[in-house]
């Protein structure tokens, strides 16, 4: 791997080594600075290191040009069964979520109850994000909504036939008239409205156009298509945004859920096809399997697309943590972004790799810096020796080669009794292999 001097001008350094470095990214060192990409790219990455390798599926940069994020943590993340957030925890997560620069935070359901309302209205009035409030089609939700102080109303009606028929109770034409008289009501208020055609990937698409040329005709500035049962696949989620965005004028915004475990997934390919922003929540936590993930999103739009979202990514871990404790709902190991595992290493070969150059066995366009993790060599019975090696010297001993097969023995040994290795266990096991250590005062801990 080769780093190279920050000072020098990105044209010295093509002209020298375009030809030793065709097909390969070489980066920025210094924490958020702009990446040069030797590649057609319009919006270079940050990162928070340097890092040089073979670009793969990595070529393809430029389907985007800007996504923004809404999150929906503190509305439909709380709609998570058996989670509930207090008025402290809405307004503390929200505001971690403000500093971060999320753009908009969907704070809430005011005419849910009086201490909805109260803790939308307070996160309105503290924040510089733009704050949103849910509404259905109804004027007593539209009318607490707008009094609480948002700068968005969201509001949404059904248009599939089977919640039409079995849930509303309505007709197609009853919903049509409600959803172009309520953002008619918003938009004479003067505030931002967003209309959305709930469970709009379930529903009539001739049936669906007219809802949304209704309401862009109405002047919504926004128009959301929510995949409410999280029945939509990439392909065809891209292909019913593109057409949507062929209808309207209004911006586009798409909230997907996770029910095929797509919900990210089919919330990028909305950005792909011309939307402005997707709907997430944190840790994916909402209805039923979840929605897209903030931490998801965000990652990917910064590392894989390379498009600037303007949000705080060092901040992701901490965001996560702060909603684990208040949602009630543990965070998987194995999950993306900010998972334990997420940037640890068990097995030998990987610990290894990773040991001598961390972009051997992680993207690399993402590291745990950037989300303000840290990284973890894990012993159990997948480790290596040279996972071993580096943890002893870590703790101040000096083994021989032997030493160190031995205790790596021992490791794999005690690990594959699903026992988990700690520090202490490590340093027993040296000492019973009569590992010396150094003096105290030269131990690195």
């Known amino acids: ?261 797509l919900a990210t997934a089919n919330a990028l390919a909305g950005i792909e096809a011309g939307a402005a922003q997707a709907q997430v929540s944190v840790n994916s936590i909402g209805e039923r399997a979840g929605n897209a993930a903030y931490e998801e999103y965000v990652m990917a739009v910064e590392s894989l697309y390379q498009c600037d979202t303007g949000i705080d990514t060092t901040r992701i871990t901490e965001l996560s943590s702060v909603v684990e404790e208040k949602s009630g709902m543990d965070t998987p190991g194995n999950k993306p972004v900010v998972g334990a595992n997420a940037f640890s290493h068990e097995s030998g070969i990987h610990a290894a790799g990773v040991i001598e150059n961390s972009d051997t066995f992680e993207p690399g366009v993402m590291t745990p810096e950037m989300v303000g993790a840290e990284r973890r060599l894990v012993m159990g019975k997948h480790t290596g020796t040279h996972s071993v090696r580096e943890r002893l010297v870590e703790r101040g001993f000096e083994p021989t080669d032997e030493q160190v097969k031995a205790v790596t023995r021992r490791v794999k040994d005690y690990g594959a009794e699903k026992r988990r290795v700690t520090v202490d266990d490590l340093e027993r096991f040296a000492e019973e292999a009569g590992v010396e250590r150094r003096n105290e005062e030269e131990v690195r801990i």
């Open 1 to 261: 791997m080769r780093f190279f001097d920050s000072s020098r001008s990105i044209e010295n350094v093509q002209s020298a080594d375009d030809s030793a470095r065709s097909g390969s990214f070489i980066y920025l060192v210094a924490p958020r600075v702009e990446i040069q990409c030797l590649h057609k790219t319009a919006h270079p990455l940050t990162t928070v290191r340097g890092v040089e390798f073979f670009q793969g599926t990595l070529d393809s940069t430029d389907e985007i040009e800007s996504a923004r994020v809404f999150d929906t943590t503190l509305r439909d993340g709380e709609q998570s069964p058996g989670t509930s957030f207090s008025y402290d925890d809405k307004r503390q997560i929200a505001s971690i979520l403000d500093e971060m620069g999320t753009h908009v935070i969907e704070a809430g359901f005011p005419v849910n109850s009086d201490a909805e309302f109260e803790a939308v209205r307070d996160i309105a009035s503290a924040t510089s994000s733009t704050t949103c409030g849910l509404a259905r089609v109804v004027d007593g939700d539209i009318e607490a909504a707008l009094d609480s102080g948002v700068e968005m109303v969201h509001t949404f009606v059904s248009t599939s036939d089977v919640q039409i028929e079995d849930s509303m109770h309505a007709t197609r034409e009853e919903v049509v008239q409600r959803a172009v008289e309520s953002v008619e009501r918003i938009k004479e208020a003067g505030v931002t409205c967003m209309f959305s055609p709930m469970d709009a990937t379930r529903t009539d698409e001739e049936y669906l156009i007219d809802v949304i040329e209704a309401v862009t005709e109405a002047g919504t500035d926004w128009i959301n298509i929510p995949d409410t049962c999280g029945v939509a696949t990439p392909t065809r989620f891209r292909a019913m945004i593109e057409k949507v965005c062929a209808h309207t004028d209004a911006r586009v915004d798409v909230h997907t859920h996770d029910d095929f475990g």
